[in-house]
Nanobody, 121 residues
Framework: QVQLVESGGGSVQPGGSLRLSCAAS????????IGWYCQAPGKQRELVAT???????NYADSVKGRFTISRDNAKNTAYLQMNSLRPEDTAVYYC???????????????WGQGTQVTVSS
């Protein structure tokens, strides 16, 4: 199986910064893409940012210029640097990974347990 463990959430004032980490472990042959989605109360889960194995990036329009995603392929870990945070960024942030598993070489999607990000004065 595959596990995704997030860290780095918390509370911050508007304009502040947070850095999220997502470490993938388990029966991993390769990670095709990894990133974050967020879900605010009463809303659907939506894309924040993803990065593919070859470094292709995809950001939600609302975070472009403020958030930066990166990954360390050797460590199967991704990072989300969040700057200039706004109250509307408040949500639970879920790590997502599309993983090719060892032995069966099948591609599947996995999710972390979520970490709360709260932006408030």
């Amino acid at each position: 199986q595959v596990q995704l463990v997030e860290s780095g959430g918390g509370s911050v004032q508007p304009g502040g910064s947070l850095r999220l980490s997502c470490a993938a472990s388990g029966s991993i042959f390769s990670i095709t893409a990894i990133g974050w989605y967020c879900q605010a109360p009463g809303k659907q889960r939506e894309l924040v940012a993803t990065i593919t194995r070859d470094g292709s990036l995809n950001y939600a329009d609302s975070v472009k210029g403020r958030f930066t995603i990166s990954r360390d392929n050797a460590k199967n870990t991704a990072y989300l640097q969040m700057n200039s945070l706004r109250p509307e960024d408040t949500a639970v942030y879920y790590c997502y990974a599309r993983v090719v598993r060892k032995v069966i070489f099948r591609e599947s999607d996995y999710w972390g347990q979520g970490t709360q990000v709260t932006v408030s004065s």
